[in-house]
């Protein structure tokens, strides 16, 4: 099942209810575009504790129908990361506390906060 194509989401930051309900929407859009199978890391600065599995629980609810693989990284690996995967199409998404990486070909850059805050104005 991991060699078929997965939409790649990263996530680094603060899992807080904002970050929750902004990948819960990337989910749902992720369904609407007919995509079926969603690799989800998150990029941790400390050992994941009760919050985070629950944050991780709401998320993987929200779409029951889409095949999800969640994998857990340390935070310090992430620009490697980024480097190793250029022109993969990633879309990586920022939470509170998370600095924006330079720019790296084939990579989307959401930041939770502007997000909530362009979906209060409309």
């Known amino acids: 099942m991991l060699s078929q194509k997965f939409l790649k989401v990263w996530f680094a930051g603060e899992l807080d209810e904002k970050a929750v309900e902004h990948l819960k929407r990337k989910l749902a859009e992720a369904l609407a575009h007919r995509e079926r199978r969603v690799l989800i890391r998150f990029y941790l600065d400390k050992n994941p504790h009760e919050s985070y599995y629950d944050a991780l629980r709401n ?15 340390p935070a310090s690996e992430l620009k490697k990361d980024l480097e190793r995967a250029s022109g993969e199409g990633i879309l990586l998404v920022l939470g509170r506390g998370a600095l924006r990486p330079s720019r790296i070909t084939g990579l989307l850059v959401e930041e939770v906060e502007k997000s909530c805050l362009r979906a209060s104005l409309t």
């Open 59 to 73: 998320i993987l609810l929200s779409s029951v129908s889409l095949s999800i693989v969640v994998e857990e990284r």
